[in-house]
């Protein structure tokens, strides 16, 4: 019995060891992210579509009930560029569309600011279906006063910085699309006052990871070193 748990331990190490992937990045730095932020910015709408990731494979687009809305590309986190709106309301959104096919074991991280009568309170929700009340939330979180960014370097108090671990949630694993969302949870602006038509919400280096389904083979070659490690380990004795 103890050589059979050993053995076990030895093949969970190595089938879990793999590293994770970035399936999706928006830094906002190229064409593939700007280019329909920028183009359809020109004319202010309620929505953006077709904000291509940077890094991988994934398609992100906006809403805000408010069709005065303009969008923008200014200074992101230590970066040139992030996406920027202003006219939020209680439930407008930043979301993001990425398959998940052949991975499992979801994280995201992203970077948030704003205007000091920007949004302050929002949560990261994720949906299977994309359709508005599919979406559950899986983090709760505010954006911290006085903190500005800059194209020359990060905020190096990293407090604008956020992540959640959505290993969890198995549905997400190995899904052709999976939606997360960035969305406006209250009427209180970063300054503690209310949400100003004027004021900003921006987001910057959404990233998506993921690690990698091991192989059928991969796992028996995992199991078959682990006997090779246990039946090394007996002999030594």
Known sequence: MKNLLLLSAIAAASISSASADT???WTFETPTSTNNIIGLGLTPSSTQTGVGADIG???A???HATAATAWSIPAGNGSGHSWSGNNWSVNDYFQFAVPTLGYTGVSVSWDQNGSSTGPRDFQLQYSLTGV???FTSALSYSI???VTWSAGSPNPLGNTSFSVDLSAVTSLNNQSQIYLRVVDSSTTSINGGTVGVGGTGRVDN???SASPVPEPAAAAFSILGGLATLF???RRR
């Open 23 to 25: 399936l999706a990045q």
């Open 57 to 59: 494979t994934g398609i």
């Open 61 to 63: 687009n906006s809403f």
């Open 132 to 134: 508005d009340g599919s």
């Open 144 to 146: 911290p006063t006085n």
């Open 206 to 208: 959404f990233t998506v």
């Open 232 to 234: 090394a380990i007996r």
